[in-house]
């Protein structure tokens, strides 16, 4: 397997590999990840999709990227995807799948019209005072030492960061920004997460720092990602014979492990109460989503609060036994030890007749019942004891859903501390007491909460105790490799395998790790495209530089005196060169 990047290669189609007629895939799981490997088995690998076995331990497919209307409780979305121009493994994938909405299409010409015609942004990022504009103004707010902090974190190297939390490099000039309150909303960051894919991130998407405040720099499906997204791949997965295996708990991969070999000897599941085995051999390939941030997810609902479940089942169970065998299968115990660290809890909020939307319509500035942008992202309540987001995508945001109604995604970034109006942590409360909490700070007034959150809306809570599991301090060798030194028939996919580079708690880290486990165990001859490098880019430096900086010129921060003599001899030295074309042009100079 080898990175390109350039369309020379995006657009080539890769002979059939050798001997793929004889082999069969066994996928654990069928998240995103899953899916992506099976599609890339289908379209690269040529692979017969019925010798292509997906097992899932649920009832039905999609993993994290959902959307259910349950019959008994009500629509449910336990989170949305954010995307951008450059997920290219992403886009690489869903040029391939047709879509289910227009005939002689794919998914990514509908996303791509939808995003062109109707562009992200939004026209309201924070709230205080219940419902006020917090005039956060697209300003970062960061001082010239917060300044400093991050760059100091940009060119750090990744050893330097193993087992650090975000605290230990940043002070509380940095916490104090609106950098920070965009920054740990919009990624579900906390103080006490890892240093590292803080820096990771930051790499990954300087390209769009200029969009952090307004959300401009993201694009969204029609409707949730479940029916976008999911639906089309399970339909053209189908379509080519693939076995999907539902209901079916894998419990253990047994490995015989050599000096120089490991092979994936046999597949350990539960089906309908009865164990069984499936024996392998090197021409069955095993793809293994070790870990999940939506294992053991609780539904409540309107008049219950969704429990913590803190038991360590399905895909954490499974990496356990795995990482027993081989230390170069990863360390599990440093991502779902700690639930009090890797937990919050999100609501899906349905409105359920016309007394609530007009005060959406008074904050996000446009009409939710248009179909189009409605919030452009998530609306922070910036003085929230939850710390509470909420959003609304395009609507319907369900093809189910009645016109009349809104879907509104709630989440709190801290599950354990009482609210403002309801004297409650969140994770206690009941779906109408979480309604009732959010119709507070959308300005509802206090006489008459009580009756619009019992009679006007239907809200489910979700709880997730292991939903940011990713983002916790870790070090090299804590997640293993795609696919591990010696491995002769099976990868690791998803957001606890590892690759270069890219960033978890994206779909793009899902899909890129299925497409290099396809391409490295089928030994297709087609590049897998590179992680977009616009933190090599001069241009993109200079931009996101002054961008932070709200517009200073970094040139005018204040320096030592010595360092002003060498700054104003630089100046001196470039003028009339294109080198100072190049910094005038992104106002630098």
């Not at 227009?102 to 205080?128: C, F, H, M, Q």
């Not at 709880?463 to 990868?491: C, H, I, L, Q």
Request: charged letters at 25%; aromatic letters at 12%; proline letters at 4%.
């Amino acid at each position: 397997m080898y990175y390109s990047n350039g369309n020379y290669e995006a657009f080539a189609r890769p002979q059939k590999p050798d001997d793929v007629d004889k082999k069969s895939a066994y996928l654990v799981g069928a998240g995103l990840a899953s899916l992506a490997a099976a599609c890339f088995l289908v379209r690269d690998g040529q692979m017969k999709g019925e010798r292509i076995h997906i097992l899932e331990d649920l009832n039905l497919p999609g993993g994290a990227c959902d959307g259910i209307n349950d019959l008994q409780k009500g629509f449910v979305v336990r989170g949305g995807r954010e995307m951008e121009n450059h997920f290219e493994c992403l886009w690489d994938l869903f040029r391939s799948i047709p879509s289910i909405e227009t005939e002689g299409v794919s998914v990514l010409d509908e996303y791509y019209w939808l995003n062109k015609k109707d562009p992200n942004y939004s026209l309201i990022r924070a709230t205080v005072n219940r419902g006020e504009d917090a005039h956060t103004d697209g300003k970062f707010g960061l001082s010239e030492k917060a300044s400093r902090e991050i760059m100091k974190l940009f060119f750090t190297v990744d050893e330097k960061l193993y087992d650090k939390k975000v605290t230990d490099v940043f002070t509380e000039e940095f916490f104090s920004s609106n950098f920070w309150l965009y920054w740990r909303t919009m990624f579900a960051f906390e103080d006490w997460h890892s240093a590292l894919e803080m820096k990771l991130y930051l790499q990954r998407f300087i390209h769009h720092i200029g969009g952090l405040p307004d959300f401009s720099a993201l694009k969204f499906t029609k409707y949730n990602q479940y029916e976008s997204l999911i639906l089309p791949m399970v339909e053209y997965l189908k379509s080519h014979n693939v076995d999907f295996q539902y209901g079916t708990t894998v419990s253990n991969v047994i490995f015989d492990i050599a000096k120089d070999k490991k092979i994936a000897k046999q597949l350990l599941f539960e089906r309908e109460g009865k164990e069984d085995a499936i024996e392998l051999t090197e021409d069955d390939l095993v793809f293994i989503t070790n870990g999940s941030c939506t294992q053991n997810s609780s539904l409540g609902d309107h008049y219950h609060a969704a429990e913590l479940n803190s038991s360590k089942d399905g895909c954490w169970r499974l990496w356990e036994n795995i990482a027993k065998q081989d230390p170069a299968f990863g360390h599990p115990e440093k991502f779902c030890s700690d639930i009090k660290a890797t937990n919050w809890e999100s609501a899906t909020i349905t409105t359920l007749d016309d007394k609530i939307p007009p005060y959406i319509e008074k904050i996000c500035k446009r009409d939710p019942f248009s179909g189009k942008v409605v919030t452009g992202g998530i609306i922070t309540v910036k003085d929230s004891k939850w710390l509470m987001s909420y959003t609304l995508n395009r609507q319907p945001h369900f093809k189910e859903q009645p016109k009349d109604q809104l879907i509104v995604w709630v989440y709190g970034l801290f599950s354990d501390v009482p609210g403002d109006y309801v004297k409650k942590p969140m994770r206690d409360c009941t779906g109408e007491e979480i309604t009732q909490e959010w119709l507070y700070h959308i300005g509802v007034p206090e006489d008459q909460i009580t009756e619009l959150a019992a009679n006007s809306a239907r809200c489910i809570p979700c709880m997730m105790p292991y939903v940011t599991a990713f983002f916790m301090p870790r070090t090299k060798g804590d997640r293993p490799k795609v696919v591990p030194e010696g491995s002769a028939n099976f990868a690791f996919i998803g957001q606890f395998s590892d690759t270069v580079r890219d960033t978890v708690f994206t779909t793009e880290y899902s899909v890129r790790t299925g497409m290099e486990a396809v391409y490295t165990l089928l030994d297709v001859d087609r590049g897998v495209p590179e992680v977009f490098n616009s933190c090599y880019d001069i241009r993109v430096l200079l931009d996101s530089s002054v961008k932070m900086l709200d517009g200073r010129k970094p040139i005018d921060m204040k320096l030592p005196f010595i360092a002003n003599i060498v700054k104003n001899k630089v100046l001196h030295k470039i003028s009339g060169t294109v080198i100072e074309d190049l910094l005038k042009r992104y106002n630098v100079i």
